[in-house]
C-alpha cells in the first residue's frame, strides 16, 4: 500500500526526520484528532524492534521498555485496542500488567498518579512512550526519563496543549532544538483523513477562545478575559412562553457561606437543547435554608429530581442524602465542565428563563480566566460552578456514593 495511503503528510515527514536523526525525545503535541496518536502508536512498534536490537548489542535478551498512560482505560482505548486492531496482534498481559510484544518485555505505568513510580522504579528501560504527557505526575514523567538509560534509549510523547506555563512546555518542548529534543506540532488541518465537513462541524461547537486555540490550532494559550465568550444575551435569554414543558430536571449544587452558596434547576429537552429554570443563591445561610429550598424544588419537580453537589462539603451532601433527596457528587472536574457548558452556548443549545435569574447576570460577565493558573478566578462564579456541575454530571454520569452504606 502506498505510504500516503498509510499516513497524513505530516505523520510520513515525522516519520521520515525520525529515522534521519538520533533523537532522544520527540514530542508529537497539538491539537484534538489531529492523528497524534495514530502515529505515535506506530513509532512505538518500530521503537520495539529498535530497543530489541540495541539490547542485544548490550548482551540483553529481553529488554524493558516503558508504557505510560493516564489511567487504564486511557492505555486500552488509546493504544491497546488500536495496535490489537491495526495489526491483528493480540496482546496478553501478565499479572504485572505488562505485556511481552516482539521479544521486549513493555512494563505499563499509570502517569496520572504519583503510584504510577511504583511499576517502573529502579528499571533499565531502553525507551519510553507516553501517551498524554501533560496529564502525567511530573514525579513520574521525570523517573520514566531518568529510566531510559538502555543503550540508544528514546522517549516518544504525545499530548494535548495545556497553559503555557506547563512544565511540559518550558523545560521541554521550548527547548527542542531538533536534535536531541523534537517537537513536533500539530493543528487539526494535519489529518486530512479526516473529511471536511466533520473538521467544519468540530469547529463549530468548539468554544471560542481557548478551546479553539488549544483543540484547534493545538496552541499553548492559557485563557483571556471573559470565561464564557460565547454568552449572549440576544441568543441565550428566553422567557417563560419560550420554555418547553417537556424537560427532564436536575440541580447542580455549590456550597457556600462566605461565598454565596448556590442551587439550579436545569432541565434538557429531547432535542438535547438545556435550559437554565430556577436560581437560588444566598450567602450567610445555614444548611438548614438549603434543604428548605431543595425541599421546595422536589415539591415542585417531584422526589426524584437529582441533585448533583459539590463534594468538597460531604457533610452538606450527607443531609442532602439524610433528607431523601437524590443526591450524587458531581463531577467537578473545571475545563472540561467549562468546555461542556461553553459548548452549548456556542451551539445555542443553553437557555437562560431570564426572570428567574439575578446573580447569573451579574457572574456570566464577571467570571473570567486566571492567565497564571489556566483556571478561571475563583470570585463570582457560585451559580455558574452550580450550572456546571449540573450540566456536566448529567452529561457524563454521576460518580458513585456509598453515603447510605456508611449510615451516614
Ligand atoms: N494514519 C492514519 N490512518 C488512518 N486514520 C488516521 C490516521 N491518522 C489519524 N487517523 C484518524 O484520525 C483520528 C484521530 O487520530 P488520533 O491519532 O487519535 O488523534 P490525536 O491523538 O491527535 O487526538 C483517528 O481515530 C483516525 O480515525
Ligand atoms: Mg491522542
Not at 431543595?294 to 450527607?318: K, L, N
Request: proline content about 3%; some cysteine; aromatic content about 12%.
Amino acid at each position: 500500500m502506498p505510504l500516503n495511503k498509510l499516513y497524513t503528510k505530516k505523520q510520513r515527514d515525522i516519520i521520515k526526520a525520525s529515522r534521519e536523526k538520533d533523537w532522544f525525545m520527540m514530542i508529537n503535541h497539538g491539537a484534538v484528532r489531529a492523528g497524534k496518536t495514530v502515529l505515535d502508536n506506530d513509532l512505538f512498534l518500530f521503537e520495539l524492534k529498535r530497543a530489541k536490537k540495541n539490547a542485544e548489542e548490550d548482551g540483553v535478551m529481553t529488554p524493558m521498555y516503558i508504557l505510560g498512560s493516564t489511567s487504564a482505560g486511557t492505555l486500552q482505548t488509546n493504544i491497546i485496542r488500536e495496535i490489537e486492531d491495526k495489526y491483528a496482534q493480540d496482546i496478553k498481559f501478565d499479572r504485572y500488567g505488562n505485556f511481552t510484544f516482539w521479544g521486549v518485555y513493555v512494563v505499563t505505568t499509570f502517569t496520572g498518579s504519583i503510584a504510577g513510580l511504583k511499576s517502573i522504579r529502579g528499571m533499565t528501560a531502553y525507551g519510553a512512550y507516553i501517551n498524554e504527557a501533560t496529564l502525567a505526575n511530573k514525579e513520574v514523567f521525570d523517573e520514566i526519563v531518568k529510566r531510559c538509560s538502555g543503550l540508544g534509549a528514546r522517549i516518544i510523547l504525545d499530548t494535548n496543549p495545556d497553559h503555557p506555563n506547563h512544565w511540559l512546555k518550558v523545560d521541554y518542548i521550548d527547548k527542542a532544538d531538533g536534535e536531541k529534543i523534537v517537537a513536533n506540532h500539530f493543528t487539526i488541518f494535519d489529518n486530512d483523513f479526516l473529511n471536511k465537513r466533520y473538521v467544519d462541524n468540530l469547529i463549530a461547537v468548539t468554544p471560542s477562545g481557548v478551546f479553539t486555540e488549544r483543540g484547534i490550532y493545538g496552541r499553548w494559550t492559557s485563557g483571556e478575559g471573559a470565561v464564557y465568550t460565547d454568552f449572549d444575551e440576544k441568543k441565550h435569554y428566553i422567557t417563560k412562553e419560550q420554555l418547553p414543558t417537556n424537560l427532564t430536571y436536575f440541580c447542580g449544587v455549590d456550597w457556600g457561606y462566605e461565598h454565596w452558596g448556590s442551587i439550579v434547576v436545569m432541565g434538557e429537552a429531547p432535542d438535547g437543547k438545556v435550559y437554565l429554570v430556577e436560581e437560588h443563591a444566598a450567602q450567610h445561610e445555614e444548611i438548614d435554608y438549603w434543604v428548605n429550598v431543595a425541599r421546595g424544588i422536589t415539591e415542585r419537580y417531584g422526589q426524584r429530581i437529582p441533585f448533583y453537589a459539590d463534594s468538597a462539603r460531604p457533610e452538606h451532601v450527607a443531609r442532602f442524602a439524610r433528607e431523601r433527596f437524590k443526591t450524587h457528587n458531581a463531577k467537578k472536574s473545571v475545563l472540561s465542565g467549562i468546555e461542556e457548558v461553553a459548548k452549548l452556548f456556542k451551539m445555542g443549545s443553553l437557555f437562560i428563563l431570564e426572570e428567574n435569574v439575578t446573580k447569573f447576570k451579574d457572574e456570566i460577565y464577571q467570571y473570567v480566566w486566571n492567565k497564571k493558573t489556566g483556571e478561571p478566578v475563583k470570585e463570582n462564579d457560585d451559580v455558574l460552578d452550580a450550572v456546571r456541575y449540573a450540566v456536566y454530571t448529567h452529561k457524563h454520569g454521576k460518580p458513585t456514593i456509598k453515603l447510605f452504606k456508611h449510615g451516614l
